[in-house]
């Protein structure tokens, strides 16, 4: 089955996080990404622990650093920056094959770097007003996921 995603985790601080997406990209059939630095170390049991019995078969593609990883986008697909100053939902997104969904760190998000270079191409999840600033991220992918799994596999 070809891959619906590349969903790419930018310095990931979080192993448990990390584990989470691992799991769901096993589960909508998309490719994990990680990108250097990374807040923990692939072996980390944590890691493990979050991607239970799973984590073996996820087989994230490591890249060193962002511009590393960039050289390689236009093969993979066009991308979509998440972040909570994203003008566009989610929802309004009709996405093409194989999107590239790029999330930032726990702690921060994006880098204010990649927000300003990719503004026109920045998504944000709806949420109710509130007091919750953002999603957990293993979340938010897994909703991303979602979506694009709706509009691409889904019979209509």
């Known amino acids: ?22 799991r769901s990209c096993l589960a909508f059939g998309a490719q994990l990404h990680l990108v250097r630095p990374l807040g923990f170390s692939l ?5 493990k ?10 087989q994230p593609r490591v890249w060193d ?17 998440f972040s909570a100053e994203g003008e ?8 093409p ?4 969904l790029v999330f930032g760190r726990e ?8 927000r300003r270079q990719f503004a026109e191409r920045l998504v944000r999840i709806p949420q109710e007003p509130g ?10 992918v897994a909703v991303a996921l979602a979506e694009v799994y709706r509009q691409q596999r889904v019979p209509k």
């Open 131 to 140: 007091v919750v600033r953002s999603l957990n991220l293993s979340s938010a």
């Open 97 to 100: 094959p194989h999107p590239v």
């Open 43 to 47: 072996s980390s049991s944590a890691l």
């Open 88 to 95: 566009r939902s989610l929802f309004e997104i009709a996405f």
């Open 107 to 114: 702690s921060v998000g994006l880098p204010e770097s990649l």
């Open 1 to 22: 089955m070809a891959v619906l995603a590349h969903v790419v985790l930018v310095s990931p601080e979080i192993p448990w996080n990390t584990g989470n997406v691992g």
């Open 65 to 81: 650093s962002w511009p590393a990883f960039a050289g390689a986008l236009p093969v993979l697909g066009e991308a979509f920056f």
């Open 49 to 58: 622990r979050a991607g239970l019995d799973y984590w073996e078969h996820v």
